[in-house]
């Protein structure tokens, strides 16, 4: 038996970690999450501003991250010094 050959060390491999399922949002949803009316909010998708929803027969239905991304840039674009960084 050999013995100078190291001995393997049992490291606990961790799993890793399962993603959370993404969720669609219906139309109200949408609508209490941002506080706008779905006339503003299709009015925002036909100008490119808003996220376009998928269609799932004849419902719409939003993707929970894309809102919570776009919820957070509306946020972030109005923070003071935001829009102005960079400018002269």
Known sequence: ??????????IPVK???IPEPERLLPRPEVELRTGFRSSFIY??????KFPRPIKIGTSS???ESEIQTWIHAQIESSVPGKQSEGKA
């Open 1 to 10: 038996m050999d013995q100078t050959s190291p001995h393997p060390i049992n």
């Open 61 to 63: 239905r939003w993707r």
């Open 15 to 17: 799993p890793p970690a």
């Open 43 to 48: 009015q925002l998708i036909k100008e490119g």
